[in-house]
């Protein structure tokens, strides 16, 4: 058995205090620093060089308790020492003391209902002490167990919300994890006791999201709203969840439930505001009609099918499927014809025919001219040379592919290709690489390579601003077209033409182009505009390059022909100023005139940066125009400026007749109820406008009820309803000033048989409004009529619409509160369109006197003043670049509509064809070829 030691007495009588060894003395410093380090506070300097003493025995382990009595012990040696008062931040409980073994389960006598020190009390206590307006209360949970519960004083929800009862609240449990519940769901968790002791810092986000008075429930999406944006919808949208406590409503299924509202009445978090703009956007995109409807299920439809509901979806690829169907069965009969009709040539063939072409040209001439003479004879004139111009087209051009096929048979580097073979090849690579490197690899067809192909379409790579050698190009081919015109018979272009141009926005992007070592898609710097520094802006050479994120591309449209020049294009970071419009103009008539392309007319859109640049080339000033001083017509304007580079001819300002429609549409639908526009032809006039356009609307859906025939049959509800996509669009406006209505409104206010309707005054005003409109667009500036001469019909009509609005603003002028110029003037036209009406009339007249009197037996086409060709190459490059246009692209798009000017050439046209005319012509190769 082992010796035990038992303490001795000193001489004078008390217990000798054993020698301790240094091993357990450090073991006793250390468990001295634990215990400082859990209570908050270190011990005092006379209490640490005090050795230890002997503990009762059967006293061990680590106890503390939190409160104003607690104590602590720590080691089996160590007197018990008094902690110091307890403060608002000091809080602590005991959870694994021997002394609190007997409740290390439950904390809370329920029986007896006393609160005990514990974690539930000190909790309380530091609720209370930093929050007044506070509610904590223990509840008993069906285990047994208990829980401290944090709320504020009062209901968040009434009666109404499911309530009255707390919207959040926090729930901590006896082992200190506490929850975050909003409507009973816990939205964070996290415990609140460390090491036996409670820490505040981890309750503090929870108790500061519960009490902040800027934190609320989210109510999400009333049923209601809910069920009437979804009425026209047949699935239920994404990211939608029904809930039915605390009561009925629809919430997005990333809720946040409880969240900082940035406005005072806000009741719904970000998440649920973005499902709602989600659920707009989806009634917006349903609520179409069936016509509608039946042209996105069509498989020709470039309507997204993902866009589609579901059913529409499935249709259409039902639809899809039946018609490829039937091509394929088409496809089989026409080859099989193709077959049979199909002339194989050998070799030998082949060059026999090459041969025959070659000697009817030079020794068959004579009998080549009688047979033309002959289809003149009979057929006219016209198809005499239609067969002329094919014979030496098709004969020019077989000969040189002829030549390519038998010179370039060796397949060296060194091969020189005429055009007509690198038309055939970039015909043949833009509709299938594959096919290309098949027929090239196998050596049915002699083509150039891949990088040569690169290198001729990479010259149609253009930077921003003028490229010399390219109007050196188009300046050959412009007069092998009046070569080719007068040789057909035609007059002779004169080389006067209109600079049409526009802007659009893009999305800006650069992009770092390995080959060249530049980088692409900047924005032009002062550096590119050294030209015109002096209206531009003064170099900063601080500035730093940024992408580009408008561009403005000019097109030049020959006046006698059919003949057009893709303009530079220039680029800029923010919103044009008139400053730069201004130079990019001068800049681009500079360019022209040195290739022999005169600029007669500028035809541009009404934006203010365009309408101040105009005016100031015109009469040096900006502002409204107001009344002028020309005794005779103080409404005409000055439209013209003498060319800079070229001062015996003028240039005529023309604004886009096509933007000049919206915009006086767009003003009539400002005078709607509620709009900005009181329209009033005398000053206390009957007020007219969009009214009678909406009742016109409610009497064609009579009709339509009723079984009778529309008189508007493409009159549609979104064009009296208008928003802001259909204000851009032409095809409304348009309808709004044709036949249709303008007969409809006729026939109201005049009944057969019957009395005038009331508003018969309102309806007649409105109905002179758009017959002085349908006077100035559909047989005016966008007919297809020429004019010849001043008395032209067209330029008759579009002075008697003219007067119309000059009519109305004279008798307006009789009050003299009556002022055009001012914001809040709602009886007339905004003094911006009227500006840009003068200008528009000014200038077409003024250019028709002005060439027609220079070239006697020519024409012009208004059609062809339109700036709608611009906006139709916008088009087509966002076509190209696959939906986005950007700053990196757009010149690719660019380039790839050039190769495709030159692979199909110009078609003359006897007639401009609509609104958008870019006329493409195919030279198509003969049906010979060789086995």
């Not at 141009?501 to 900047?522: A, H, P």
Request: hydrophobic fraction near 30%.
């Amino acid at each position: 058995m082992a010796e035990q030691h038992t303490p001795s007495k000193s001489s004078t009588g008390q217990i000798a205090t054993p020698r301790r060894s240094p091993r357990l003395l450090q073991k006793q410093q250390i468990l001295t620093k634990l215990r400082e380090s859990i209570l908050g506070r270190r011990a005092a300097p006379g209490e640490r060089d005090k050795g230890p003493t002997d503990t009762p025995a059967g006293t061990s382990g680590v106890s503390f308790s939190v409160g104003a009595h607690a104590t602590c012990s720590l080691g089996t040696d160590q007197p018990p020492v008094q902690p110091r008062p307890s403060t608002s931040r000091d809080f602590g409980v005991d959870i694994d003391g021997a002394q609190s073994q007997k409740r290390r389960r439950r904390l809370i006598d329920t029986e007896s209902g006393t609160y005990p020190v514990s974690l539930f009390k000190t909790v309380e206590g530091y609720v209370d002490t930093k929050y007044q307006a506070s509610r904590c209360h223990v509840d008993n949970i069906t285990d047994g167990s208990s829980c401290l519960t944090i709320t504020r004083d009062s209901a968040d929800l009434g009666i109404d919300e499911g309530g009255p009862m707390y919207a959040a609240q926090i729930v901590i449990a006896e082992n200190g994890d506490a929850k975050f519940q909003v409507v009973h769901q816990t939205v964070s968790a996290s415990s609140i006791v460390l090491g036996g002791v409670f820490v505040p810092d981890r309750l503090q986000s929870m108790l500061t999201n519960l009490f902040d008075p800027l934190y609320r429930f989210c109510h999400g999406c009333p049923v209601d709203m809910y069920n009437n944006l979804t009425k026209n919808v047949s699935y239920t949208p994404k990211g939608c969840v029904h809930e039915n406590y605390p009561f009925e409503r629809v919430v997005s299924n990333k809720c946040a439930r409880w969240f900082r509202k940035n406005r005072p009445q806000g009741t719904i978090c970000p998440q649920c505001m973005s499902m709602q703009r989600y659920l707009r956007q989806v009634d917006r995109r349903n609520v179409v009609t069936t016509p509608q409807r039946k042209r996105r299920q069509d498989p020709a439809s470039r309507y997204p099918i993902s866009l589609l509901s579901p059913k529409s979806k499935k249709i259409r690829q039902s639809r899809t499927k039946k018609k490829r169907y039937t091509y394929a069965k088409k496809l089989k009969v026409a080859e099989s014809k193709y077959k049979q009709l199909e002339l194989q040539l050998e070799e030998a063939q082949h060059s026999e025919m090459t041969e025959i072409t070659e000697l009817i040209n030079r020794d068959h001439r004579t009998d080549l001219e009688s047979v033309l003479s002959d289809v003149e004879k009979e057929q006219g004139k016209e198809t005499s040379l239609v067969l002329q111009e094919h014979w030496k087209r098709d004969s020019e051009d077989s000969a040189a592919f002829a030549r390519d096929q038998a010179r370039n048979v060796t397949g060296s580097k060194k091969n020189s290709w005429s055009t007509i073979t690198y038309r055939i090849a970039l015909a043949v690579y833009i509709r299938s690489k594959s096919a290309y490197e098949a027929l090239k690899s196998f050596k049915i067809l002699q083509l150039p390579s891949t990088s040569s192909l690169q290198a001729f379409a990479g010259a149609r790579l253009h930077e921003p601003g003028v490229v010399e050698e390219y109007f050196g190009e188009q300046a050959v081919n412009y007069e092998k077209w009046k070569t080719e015109k007068e040789k057909s018979g035609h007059k002779v272009p004169v080389g006067e033409g209109a600079l049409i141009f526009d802007e659009v926005r893009v999305i800006g992007k650069v992009m770092w182009n390995s080959q060249n070592q530049q980088m692409t898609g900047l924005a032009m710097t002062e550096e590119d505009m050294t030209n015109f520094h002096d209206i531009y802006r003064t170099i900063d050479p601080s500035r730093k390059p940024e992408p580009a994120q408008y561009f403005m591309q000019f097109l030049w449209r020959d006046m006698s022909s059919d003949f057009d020049v893709l303009g530079p294009y220039y680029t800029s970071v923010g919103t044009m100023d008139h400053r730069f419009v201004t130079g990019c103009i001068l800049d681009t008539m500079r360019a022209l005139i040195n290739y022999n392309f005169q600029t007669v007319a500028l035809v541009c859109d009404g934006a203010s940066t365009n309408l101040a640049a105009l005016k100031l080339l015109c009469t040096r000033k900006r502002g409204a125009f107001g009344k002028t001083d020309d005794a005779d017509d103080p409404h005409k304007v000055q439209a013209s400026f003498p060319n800079p580079f070229y001062p015996d001819v003028s240039v005529w300002c023309v604004i886009c007749p096509s933007h000049m429609l919206k915009n006086h549409i767009n003003a009539l639908y400002a005078s709607r109820d509620g709009g900005t526009k009181q329209f009033r032809k005398t000053p206390a006039g009957v007020r007219f406008g969009w009214s009678a356009l909406q009742d016109m609307y409610e009497r064609e859906q009579q009709r339509l009820s009723d079984g009778h025939v529309r008189m508007v049959p493409r009159l549609q509800k979104s064009y009296i309803e208008r928003d802001a996509w259909t204000k851009l669009n032409v095809t409304p406006a348009k309808i709004m000033q044709q036949d249709q209505v303008l007969a409809e409104l006729f026939n109201y206010i005049h009944p057969e048989p019957g009395p005038q309707p009331e508003d018969a005054n309102n309806v007649e005003h409105t109905h002179q409004y758009l017959q002085a409109c349908h006077m100035l667009y559909e047989r005016g500036f966008l007919s297809d009529e020429r004019v010849s001469g001043m008395d032209s019909l067209v330029l008759n009509n579009i002075r008697q619409g003219h007067s119309y609005f000059k009519a109305w603003l004279d008798a307006l002028y009789a009050d003299d509160r009556f002022n055009p110029l001012s914001t809040f003037e709602r009886r007339f036209l905004a003094w911006q369109t009227w500006d840009l009406q003068r200008i528009m009339v000014a200038g077409l007249l003024g250019l028709c006197t002005d060439f027609l009197q220079r070239h006697a037996n020519y024409y012009i086409t208004p059609k062809k003043l339109n700036g709608s060709a611009v906006e139709t190459l916008f088009s087509q490059f966002k076509h190209s670049s696959g939906g986005k246009l950007t700053s990196v692209n757009y010149n690719m798009a660019r380039r790839a509509y050039l190769i495709k000017r030159d692979i199909h050439g110009h078609k003359p046209t006897a007639a401009v064809k609509g609104y958008r005319d870019v006329p493409l012509y195919v030279k198509y190769m003969p049906k010979l070829t060789k086995k």
